[in-house]
Structures are given as structure tokens and as C-alpha cells.
């Protein structure tokens, strides 16, 4: 289950996003405007975004950090980015042997394009 960490505790990114409506079409509650600053706080990042998007763009919707680390930055800092990515509840990730994959947090995709869509 993907996670995003709070200063009130950790909470459920995918609920989170699916009980606010489309932007525009009502005004988001002072919790829901908390949980979603912190994921796109976590997205605003070109480095972070680029990671996130090569992730996701993957056949099978997961990506070693071995496919992924080519950014422009040294792998520590790739590391780094990573772990805001996790911790905003974006990503989701598996250890294997030495290696750790990382797959976008179920239902985060479809959570942000219904945030984000015309309100109808």
C-alpha cells in the first residue's frame, strides 16, 4: 500500500487522492490540500519528475534503479530522489538480490489525472 508520511502520521496516498474531486469543481478541504501539496511538493523536483516519469514508462511498470540512474546525477543523489518519491507515496519498491525496483504506487496515476481533469 503505498504510504505518504505526514506530521500527523502516515497516510494512504491512493485514498487520499480518490476522495477529493476534480479541481475546480469544489474547494479541497485543509487535509486534502496538505496531502496533495506534499505529492506534487515530492514531483516539483526535474530530477525527480524525470525518474518518476521513466518509471512509469516502463514495459511492465517497473524499473530496476540500475535502467533508471542515468539523470545527470550521481547515483547517492539518484538514491536520494528515490526515497521522496517513496516517501511522498509515489512509488513503491522491491529489494531483489542486489538491485531495487521500483514500481508507481497502485493507483496514483489514475488519483492525479482525476485531480487533475476538467471538472464536468
Known amino acids: 500500500m503505498s504510504k505518504l ?3 500527523s502520521g502516515v497516510l494512504d496516498v491512493t485514498t ?4 477529493c474531486p476534480p ?3 469544489e474547494e479541497l478541504s485543509a487535509a486534502d490540500a496538505v496531502k496533495i501539496a506534499a505529492m506534487f511538493k515530492a ?4 530530477i525527480r519528475l524525470r525518474l518518476f516519469s521513466r518509471i512509469a514508462a516502463q514495459p511492465g511498470g517497473e524499473a530496476c534503479v540500475c535502467d533508471i540512474q542515468d539523470v ?3 547515483q547517492p543523489t539518484v538514491s536520494h530522489h528515490l526515497r521522496k518519491l517513496r516517501e511522498a507515496g509515489l512509488l513503491v519498491s522491491e529489494r531483489r538480490a542486489s538491485w531495487v525496483y521500483y514500481r508507481v ?3 496514483v496515476l489514475a488519483g492525479m ?7 464536468t
Do not use: F, I
Not at 514531483?43 to 526535474?46: F, G, Q, R, V
Open 113 to 119: 489525472a482525476g485531480l487533475l481533469s476538467a471538472a
Open 23 to 25: 479541481l475546480g469543481r
Open 43 to 46: 514531483l516539483s523536483d526535474p
Open 72 to 74: 545527470g546525477v550521481s
Open 5 to 7: 508520511a505526514s506530521g
Open 16 to 19: 487520499s487522492l480518490e476522495c
Open 105 to 107: 504506487a497502485p493507483g
